[in-house]
């Protein structure tokens, strides 16, 4: 009898053992998706710009010269993640800033620097320009293109807090 109730008990451990490991892996599947299911996209900084692209291929997310970093003049980082808010390295970024009554083209001489771990800094961009401006971010990455649009000013007053986001 004591041998048949250490049969069962090993037999008990190894399947609470095989539960646990599929919990697991189903849970591990899924961190990164939200109640619905959606891609779940992580804001770093408290004091950056923030939007999730169009078809939620891509969160991009703008420093700023600020106090939580420090860039420098009129250049910008581009932190960009994709839908499992994976590092973006080796994207090709489109960006364009125009001033929205006039449609006139605001950069002059743009430089990308891809920086690795889906860093990217943007020189020769002065977001403090005057009036309604849109500067649009496409991440293309194989074949995979999306992007996101900030409407200056707005988008200085409408920062979201650091935390996780779904599209």
């Known amino acids: ?23 697991r892996v189903q849970a591990e599947s899924h961190e990164n998706h939200g109640p619905t299911g959606k891609s779940l996209f992580t804001k770093h900084f408290q004091d950056t710009l923030f939007d999730i692209t169009g078809h939620g ?7 700023l010269d ?11 980082g581009i932190v960009v993640h994709d839908a499992q808010d994976s590092d973006v390295a080796g994207a090709e970024l489109i960006i ?6 006039t449609n006139e ?7 990308v620097t891809d920086k690795g771990n889906g860093l990217y800094i943007v020189s020769g961009l002065d977001l403090g320009r005057e009036g309604r401006r849109e500067l649009s ?3 293309k990455k194989g074949n995979v293109e999306d992007g996101a649009k900030f409407i ?3 988008a200085l007053k409408e ?8 599209p």
């Not at 048949?4 to 095989?18: D, E, Q, R, S, T």
Request: aromatic residues 8%; contains cysteine; positive net charge.
């Open 1 to 23: 009898m004591t041998r048949m109730n250490g049969i069962a008990g090993c037999g008990m451990i190894v399947v609470a053992l095989l539960f646990s490991l599929l919990v």
């Open 57 to 63: 291929a891509y969160s991009v997310e703008i420093l």
């Open 66 to 76: 600020d106090k939580e970093y420090k860039i420098g003049k009129n250049v910008i």
């Open 96 to 101: 364009s800033y125009k001033h929205l009554a």
């Open 105 to 111: 083209n605001l950069t002059d001489a743009l430089h």
């Open 137 to 139: 971010v496409t991440v």
């Open 152 to 154: 200056f000013p707005d």
């Open 159 to 166: 920062r979201l807090p650091k935390g996780r986001y779904s």
